[in-house]
């Protein structure tokens, strides 16, 4: 064992191994615990996400990542048996705010799943679900944001000439485009990203880390993934989850090349998880 | 090696049976669709007529029905045959049919002049022509010329019929409705002062001057229209003057080329289908039949549908799983157990006694106590089944909701939709296929269903279709016929069930085919469902 990398190593930016000290976040996780039942999934996390980055949560399977991401736009809501202790904000706002509305909620912080789950629609009506739902009705608006959700998400030019056939006909990394493309649709500022890509081939999978690049200028995106190539390939700031804990939190770079803890580097190197 | 021949060895004799079984269905499923279509479709086919005598003197025209040898005292098949003739005939002293004993028989041929009419009461006859009269001035006695002679006037017969059709339902029926709203108004004139107001004297006046003449005018007609005859003959010599304007058709059976007589089969077939019956449900057609069934069934799809989706998306969606969800489905799975005459005792209670006298009392009390809701009617009918099919529905859907994978519910959720809008908009409509899957259900159990709907409105003979031209067009309190009944009435109630018999099948045949036909059209249109919802995984 090497005493050396127990202790951390001192780096000026941040200020702690949580740490990355950043201002203007998005989102504020403060002293953050969740329990399914009477099993702890997340024990008193501590998190600030930065605006306009792309920041990658990894960690083993079970670490707590997946319901972690999914606190921010409180889809933990619909799972019984749940208890949420702590705070979110989102914009320095109580994500659980009893005066704020959950809809409003979810349509500023959009969500991609591991498995694509387009609706058994047209392509056209996936896009066109969310602006519907949220009051758009004009076919003129509807045309147009479907366009530019699909031009965004990389997917126009392969869907142009089929809008109107069913999505469940595309191939499994279109699917999983036309997710954020539908994500996309309802103008949000955040995209949480669960796992996308662990269901799709390397060559589709490269086409969504090329959009993810392409998205992070305008959007805050959140995405939970296994592949630490993934997270170093794509992410401003990786955190390493690690039994429910945050084990580190730092600028990826940092992180992957010097990590302060000794759990981390063993995870990363591949000596467990 | 050794092994899977020892277990092939051990299971072949289940999978034999397993075989058998299945074998025993489609063989009874077959069979039974055969008997029903052969002896459904025979009942319409023109037959060939003989002449036939007897040592005993007896001569009868008759159609050659059934054969069967006659058992002797030892009970053995030796004593000879004996044939079965439907004669028809009824009002000329005949028996409609006569079993004769080959051996009795000294000669059967098949005269061509021979002719089967059709009247409308009395039921067929099977005579020779001999003249046409009116009143006692002959008008063709031509044997050769005849049917032609007659087959112009009953054209005539046929416009002047017509008329006076038009007569009774464009003047005389409106006069009527306007005699009965006289009468109410009378009768609340009446309550409130003991003398009649002066003017409604003198409408009666005027009304009842007009009512009178267009009786009289209608009376002149029809005795125009019933002053011919056709003087026919039977066998035995028997003559009689048929008023021409009761005979619906007539043709000579043995004259009938294949082509002819393939052409008269679909007529009877199209007649069948399309005309009302007559002589209480022994002829003519089961047109009204159809249409109660068919109108019925619809009445029951549009309450039944909703309901069933709406308890489902409650019990599935929104219910809290717990003891009471339970409770509530265990009395949904009973109530799909209950034998059906429960609810139409219920439908009897509740919706006729129940709800349709307070309706009454409400809106029709001027019509009182004659019931216009307060009695059974293709509405209340319509419930009763509703309920009946119910259980089916929801149980159905529910399957088809839990069919919608979690993800796509979060899918819809996370792009910030409301619970209901989710359901609404995509679990819904990925269920659809299982929606229509529980209408198939609902509609073949329904459109067979005969035992709640005898207390809650199914009527031997119902005068009105509960759909016609006038305001508002879908009269659903009114009684209807159906053909699970009538099978049952033109089977067993008849006055005479030989004749009817094939009746009954044709009818059976029709119901079935009806079922066929409701059950493709919501199947097509669960394919179409769920080939647009293919590939999704459920």
């Given at each position: 064992m090497d005493a050396n990398s127990l202790t951390p190593k001192a780096r000026?930016?941040?200020?702690s191994a949580t740490d990355?000290?950043?201002?203007?976040?998005v989102f504020s996780v403060r002293g953050l615990n969740l329990h399914y039942g009477s099993a702890q999934?997340?024990?008193g996390v501590h998190m600030d996400i930065p605006r306009h980055c792309v920041t990658a949560l990894i960690g083993?399977?079970?670490?707590g990542k997946s319901t972690l991401i999914r606190c921010f736009n409180r889809m933990?809501?619909?799972?019984?048996?749940v208890r949420i202790e702590g705070l979110i904000t989102f914009d320095g706002r109580p994500?659980?705010?009893?005066?704020?509305?959950v809809s409003e909620l979810r349509r500023q912080v959009g969500m991609v799943f591991q498995k694509s789950n387009p609706f058994p629609k047209s392509i056209y009506e996936n896009v066109a679900y969310g602006p519907r739902i949220h009051g758009i009705s004009r076919r003129a608006d509807l045309d147009a944001i479907v366009e530019r959700s699909l031009r965004s998400a990389a997917l126009w030019d392969e869907t142009k000439d089929r809008l109107?056939?069913?999505?469940?006909?595309?191939s499994g990394g279109q699917q999983q485009r036309l997710c954020i493309a539908r994500a996309l649709a309802v103008d949000p500022e955040v995209i949480l990203l669960d796992?996308?890509?662990?269901?799709?081939?390397p060559i589709s999978t490269a086409r969504v880390e090329e959009l993810i690049q392409e998205l992070k200028g305008r959007y805050t995106l959140i995405i939970v993934t296994h592949s630490m190539q993934q997270a170093s390939r794509v992410s401003d700031y990786t955190a390493f989850l690690y039994l429910g804990r945050l084990v580190e939190y730092g600028p990826t770079e940092q992180l992957f090349?010097?990590?302060?803890?000794r759990q981390t580097e063993d995870y990363i190197t591949g000596r467990f998880g | 090696m050794a092994r899977s021949e020892a277990t092939r060895s051990k299971r072949r004799p289940m999978l034999e049976l397993c075989n058998m079984a299945l074998a025993i269905c489609i063989l009874l499923v077959v069979g039974l669709v055969t008997l029903i279509s052969v002896e459904g479709l025979r009942a319409f086919w023109p037959n060939r007529v003989e002449l036939v005598e007897c040592h005993d003197g007896r001569k009868f025209f008759g159609e050659l029905k059934d054969e069967k040898p006659i058992r002797g005292a030892d009970g053995r098949e030796t004593a000879g045959v004996e044939l079965r003739y439907r004669t028809c005939n009824r009002d000329l002293g005949g028996d409609g049919f006569v079993w004769v004993r080959?051996?009795?028989?000294v000669r059967r041929s098949e005269p061509a002049e021979l002719q089967w009419m059709e009247r409308s009461a009395w039921g067929p006859l099977l005579v020779r022509f001999k003249a046409l009269q009116r009143g006692t001035e002959v008008?063709?006695?031509d044997a050769a010329k005849l049917p032609t002679a007659l087959e112009a006037l009953l054209h005539t017969k046929n416009d002047e019929r017509a008329e006076l059709r038009r007569m009774e339902e464009e003047r005389l029926a409106p006069l009527n409705d306007r005699l009965e709203a006289l009468r109410l108004r009378e009768v609340k004139a009446a309550r409130s002062a003991p003398a009649l107001p002066t003017e409604l004297a003198v409408e009666r006046a005027q009304m009842g001057a007009l009512h009178a003449e267009l009786l009289e005018q209608v009376r002149v007609r029809r005795v125009r229209h019933d002053s011919e005859t056709l003087l026919v003959e039977d066998a035995a010599g028997h003559t009689k003057a048929v008023v021409?304007?009761?005979?619906?058709g007539f043709h000579a059976p043995n004259q009938l080329g294949q082509w002819e007589r393939l052409g008269l089969h679909a007529a009877r077939m199209w007649e069948f289908l399309s005309a009302q019956p007559r002589e209480s449900n022994t002829e003519g057609g089961v047109f009204p039949a159809i249409f109660g069934t068919v109108l019925m069934v619809f009445l029951m799809t549009l309450v039944v549908v909703p309901l069933g989706v709406v308890s489902a998306v409650w019990l599935?969606?929104?219910?809290?799983?717990g003891v009471l969800t339970r409770l509530v489905r265990i009395c949904v799975n009973n109530l799909a157990g209950t034998p059906s005459i429960v609810f139409g005792v219920f439908g009897l209670g509740f919706?006729?006694?129940v709800l349709g006298g307070q309706i009454d009392s409400l809106f029709y009390s001027d019509a009182l106590p004659t019931p216009t809701f307060g009695t059974g009617g293709v509405l209340w009918a319509s419930l009763t089944l509703a309920l009946l099919t119910l259980p089916v529905v929801i149980v159905a859907v529910e399957e088809g909701l839990a069919a919608v994978p979690r993800a796509v519910r979060e899918g819809s959720l996370a792009l910030g939709a409301t619970r209901f809008e989710t359901i609404r908009r995509v679990v819904l409509p990925a269920s659809l296929p299982a929606i229509l899957t529980g209408t198939i259900l609902a509609i073949g159990r329904a459109a067979g269903e005969v035992a709640p709907l005898m207390v809650v409105g199914m009527v031997k003979?119902?005068?009105?279709?509960?759909?016609?031209?006038?305001?508002?067009?879908?009269?659903?309190?009114r009684k209807f016929m159906h053909l699970g009944f009538h099978i049952y009435d033109v089977g067993f109630?008849?006055?005479d069930v030989e004749a009817t018999k094939p009746l009954v099948f044709a009818t059976t045949l029709l119901l079935i085919v009806l079922v066929l036909l409701l059950n493709i059209v919501a199947i097509r249109l669960r394919n179409k469902a769920r080939r647009r919802y293919a590939g999704t995984g459920f």
């Open positions: 000026p930016a941040r200020l990355p000290g950043i201002t203007d976040p999934a997340l024990h083993p399977s079970g670490c933990n809501d619909l799972v019984e048996n994500i659980d705010d009893p005066l704020l509305d109107n056939d069913n999505a469940t006909g595309l796992e996308p890509c662990s269901a799709l081939d090349l010097n990590p302060m803890c | 080959e051996d009795n028989i008008l063709e006695q021409i304007s009761s005979i619906l599935k969606e929104y219910a809290r799983q919706f006729v006694y003979l119902a005068p009105d279709l509960a759909v016609d031209g006038t305001a508002p067009f879908l009269h659903a309190e109630q008849s006055p």
